[in-house]
């Protein structure tokens, strides 16, 4: 058990009477003191004062005036009177003891005041510092928290951007340095961290063709702070080629520039070998529907020489049969042109070839000879000004197929089919030159509904004869070209039927040849309307568009 002195704040909360009593003891103790030591007889107060003080500093004034007042009346009953003459010159007795009184209170006071101010501040700076090291203690427990719970949202992150196949990318235009996911390194065959962060680390995986068509997108992020949005195709350091769609949002700095683009990346392989899929088996739709117009193409010739040569057999007239041999070879001839058109339909090439569109529609309408007859529908084709454009014809043929079929199919018979050509420019830029495909029919119209919904995939209103692809891959085979296509319909009584616009771009040599000549030969035009060139089956009213970047 230890024995520890109590301090002047324990002291100080005892009654006051008891720290009066405890001061006259001390002053007590001190006259005792003076009365033993010879030496200090001569100055009865010295001790006196400064216990004075310390009864001040550790009773509080209560305790400090009854030591004071004890102190006078023992030195006066016990040493002056008794012991030596005290007073000296003409100052009383009384006037010292009074005056002892005033000046150890008064120093009590100021000290014990003191004494008090600096317990307050030493209680302030502990205070001061036991927040600090609390507030340190919670800030450390706070980052900790947080820091677990961005770990382990980073990890749940990281799990979906796995499960998804996606990653993200940052692009910091300040400080020229792209910050990616390891998912983004994996995009490209690589472990994560293999390649640094410059911005041309990853145009080495980037297919060549591909690059100016970034390099452009990316140069007007920069001016303007547009959304970013492409697909290019990147090469692995096996040989395999993967496409990749990558999108991305700017964020300005105070200046109003781009700072930093975030973006998200995902390898969209599957879907373009999916879509590839079902463009090939729509053309082999296209060319089971045209099997059987190309069938009866022949089949009626066929039958045609077939009696010619039977005639002949029969005949003993030289000029008759002479006549209809003639006409046998007439349906052979016919017989070679729609194999000729079908053998060109089916024709791939490995390159775009320069051609006129006009003879690409020729070839097409030519497969549906037979149909169009059967049905008394007219044709007109009007091809003012007309330039070549190249474009990959098979693809070409397969997109006026699918318009001509859909066409046909909508109108009764004695329809009319009209078709025009001209020289155009892009109705989203009006810079871009081409040339423009408008095939309007006079059938039944299609209302707002279907028509907002007829370049979806699947989607068809044929349930016993359509696959839902037709107008879906006219809609891929033009966003390889660059090219659009719109679509107007009215279903008003009497002037009902649709028009669909077709814009296919001349290509660069075109565009060269476009941009010497002034631009003289591709006027903007307007979509077609009341007053347009062309026949027209009524007053159209737009209900669906469709178009690319």
Same mark, same amino acid.
């Given at each position: 058990?230890?024995?520890?002195?109590?301090?002047?704040?324990?002291?100080?909360?005892?009654?006051?009477?008891? &720290?009066?009593?405890?001061?006259?003891?001390?002053?007590?103790?001190?006259?005792?003191?003076?009365?033993?030591?010879?030496?200090?007889?001569?100055?009865?107060?010295?001790?006196?004062?400064?216990?004075?003080?310390?009864?001040?500093?550790? !009773?509080?004034?209560?305790?400090?005036?009854?030591?004071?007042?004890?102190?006078?009346?023992?030195?006066?009953?016990?040493?002056?009177?008794?012991? /030596?003459?005290?007073?000296?010159?003409?100052?009383? *007795?009384?006037?010292?003891?009074?005056? /002892?009184?005033?000046?150890?209170?008064?120093?009590?006071?100021?000290?014990?005041?003191?004494?008090?101010?600096?317990?307050?501040?030493?209680?302030? %700076?502990?205070?001061?510092?036991?927040?600090?090291? %609390?507030?340190?203690?919670?800030?450390?427990?706070?980052?900790?928290?947080?820091?677990?719970?961005?770990?382990?949202?980073?990890?749940?992150? @990281?799990?979906?951007?796995?499960?998804?196949?996606?990653?993200?990318?940052?692009?910091?235009?300040?400080?020229? #340095?792209?910050?990616?996911?390891? %998912?983004?390194?994996?995009?490209?065959?690589?472990?994560?961290?293999?390649?640094?962060?410059?911005?041309?680390?990853?145009?080495?995986?980037?297919?060549? %063709?591909? =690059?100016?068509?970034?390099?452009?997108?990316?140069?007007?992020?920069?001016?303007?702070?547009?959304?970013?949005?492409?697909?290019?195709?990147?090469?692995?350091?096996?040989?395999?080629?993967?496409? !990749?769609?990558?999108?991305?949002?700017?964020?300005?700095?105070?200046?109003?520039?781009?700072?930093?683009?975030?973006?998200?990346?995902?390898?969209?392989?599957?879907?373009?070998?999916?879509?590839?899929?079902?463009?090939?088996?729509?053309?082999?739709?296209?060319?089971?529907?045209?099997?059987?117009?190309?069938?009866?193409?022949?089949?009626?010739?066929?039958?045609?020489?077939?009696?010619?040569?039977?005639?002949?057999?029969?005949?003993?007239?030289?000029?008759?049969?002479?006549?209809?041999?003639?006409?046998?070879?007439?349906?052979?001839? &016919?017989?070679?042109?729609?194999? *000729?058109?079908?053998?060109?339909?089916?024709?791939?090439?490995?390159?775009?070839?320069?051609?006129?569109?006009?003879?690409?529609?020729?070839? #097409?309408?030519?497969?549906? @000879?037979?149909?169009?007859?059967?049905?008394?529908?007219?044709?007109?084709?009007?091809?003012?000004?007309?330039?070549? =454009?190249?474009?990959? !014809?098979?693809?070409?043929?397969? +997109?006026?197929?699918?318009?001509?079929?859909?066409?046909?199919?909508?109108?009764?018979?004695?329809?009319?089919?009209?078709?025009?050509?001209?020289?155009? &420019?892009?109705?989203?830029?009006?810079?871009?030159?081409?040339?423009?495909?408008?095939?309007?029919?006079?059938?039944?119209? +299609?209302?707002?509904?279907?028509?907002? &919904?007829?370049?979806?995939?699947?989607?068809?209103?044929?349930?016993?004869?359509?696959?839902?692809?037709?107008?879906?891959?006219?809609?891929?085979?033009?966003?390889?070209?660059?090219?659009?296509?719109?679509?107007?319909?009215?279903?008003?009584?009497?002037?009902?039927?649709?028009?669909?616009?077709?814009?296919?771009?001349?290509?660069?040599?075109?565009?060269?040849?476009?941009?010497?000549?002034?631009? @003289?030969?591709?006027?903007?035009?307007?979509?077609?309307?009341?007053?347009?060139?062309?026949?027209?089956?009524?007053?159209?009213?737009?209900?669906?568009?469709?178009? /690319?970047?």
């Amino acid at each position: 058990m230890t024995f520890s002195i109590p301090d002047s704040q324990s002291m100080g909360r005892l009654p006051w009477l008891v &720290r009066a009593l405890l001061g006259c003891f001390m002053a007590m103790g001190v006259v005792a003191l003076t009365s033993e030591i010879a030496p200090l007889r001569s100055f009865p107060l010295l001790l006196s004062f400064p216990t004075v003080i310390l009864a001040a500093w550790f !009773l509080g004034m209560w305790g400090a005036a009854g030591c004071a007042l004890t102190d006078v009346v023992l030195v006066d009953a016990f040493l002056t009177r008794s012991q /030596f003459r005290f007073s000296a010159g003409n100052v009383s *007795q009384e006037t010292r003891l009074i005056t /002892f009184v005033v000046i150890t209170m008064l120093l009590g006071w100021s000290v014990r005041r003191l004494a008090q101010q600096k317990a307050e501040l030493e209680s302030q %700076e502990l205070k001061r510092q036991l927040g600090a090291v %609390e507030s340190e203690r919670r800030l450390a427990e706070e980052r900790a928290l947080a820091g677990e719970q961005l770990r382990y949202r980073d990890d749940a992150l @990281q799990i979906a951007l796995q499960a998804s196949g996606m990653g993200l990318w940052v692009w910091d235009l300040e400080n020229e #340095v792209v910050h990616r996911s390891d %998912e983004v390194y994996r995009m490209v065959g690589c472990e994560p961290g293999a390649f640094g962060s410059e911005p041309e680390a990853w145009l080495k995986f980037v297919l060549p %063709e591909d =690059i100016p068509r970034l390099d452009e997108a990316f140069a007007k992020v920069r001016a303007d702070g547009a959304d970013y949005h492409e697909e290019y195709r990147v090469r692995w350091q096996d040989g395999s080629t993967h496409w !990749l769609e990558s999108q991305g949002k700017c964020q300005m700095n105070a200046d109003g520039k781009v700072a930093r683009i975030f973006g998200v990346m995902a390898d969209i392989s599957h879907r373009k070998r999916a879509d590839e899929a079902l463009l090939r088996a729509e053309k082999l739709a296209v060319a089971g529907r045209l099997a059987a117009s190309v069938a009866h193409e022949i089949n009626n010739p066929l039958e045609a020489v077939a009696n010619m040569l039977f005639l002949i057999s029969m005949t003993d007239s030289l000029d008759e049969a002479r006549t209809q041999a003639a006409t046998a070879l007439e349906e052979l001839m &016919r017989i070679s042109l729609v194999a *000729q058109s079908t053998l060109k339909f089916h024709r791939e090439t490995g390159a775009p070839k320069s051609a006129l569109l006009s003879d690409v529609m020729d070839s #097409v309408l030519t497969m549906f @000879q037979g149909k169009l007859r059967s049905m008394g529908i007219a044709v007109v084709l009007k091809a003012p000004q007309e330039r070549p =454009i190249k474009c990959m !014809l098979s693809e070409t043929q397969q +997109i006026f197929a699918n318009l001509i079929a859909n066409a046909i199919e909508a109108m009764q018979q004695n329809g009319r089919l009209l078709i025009r050509m001209r020289p155009s &420019r892009d109705w989203r830029d009006q810079i871009t030159p081409g040339m423009r495909v408008t095939i309007c029919d006079t059938g039944g119209g +299609i209302d707002r509904a279907t028509a907002s &919904r007829i370049f979806e995939p699947f989607f068809t209103t044929k349930t016993e004869t359509g696959t839902g692809l037709g107008l879906w891959v006219v809609v891929q085979l033009l966003e390889r070209r660059k090219g659009s296509v719109r679509v107007w319909s009215s279903q008003r009584a009497g002037a009902s039927g649709t028009a669909f616009s077709v814009f296919l771009p001349f290509g660069e040599e075109a565009r060269s040849h476009e941009s010497n000549n002034g631009g @003289q030969g591709a006027a903007a035009d307007q979509p077609p309307s009341e007053t347009a060139e062309i026949y027209t089956p009524g007053p159209f009213t737009s209900t669906s568009t469709h178009e /690319f970047a």
